[in-house]
């Protein structure tokens, strides 16, 4: 698996309850985010750990993670280079 970072469009309540909406890919392409099944702190496959929310992105679960740090960075694991 490698690690790709990519835009997310994230939705953020008052409460500050932050949810990610849609995955913007640097070609353009746009994939919404049907739901958000799970939410929870976990390392992904590439070692590097975060906030992780499992996703049902056009019927398949994908993991979207949010990396902890200064800057909000996300990134999904992906098999392509």
Known sequence: ???KYVD???KVSTSGKVTPM???WDDGR???IDKVI???YSASQTGEGGIRYK??????EVFVFEEQGKKRLWFIETDQH
Do not use: F, P, T
Request: proline share 0%; aromatic share 4%.
């Open 8 to 10: 997310i469009i994230i």
């Open 55 to 60: 996703c049902l992105v056009q019927g398949k």
């Open 1 to 3: 698996m490698n690690k």
């Open 38 to 40: 799970d939410v929870r």
């Open 30 to 32: 746009k994939y919404d």
């Open 22 to 24: 849609a995955i913007l």
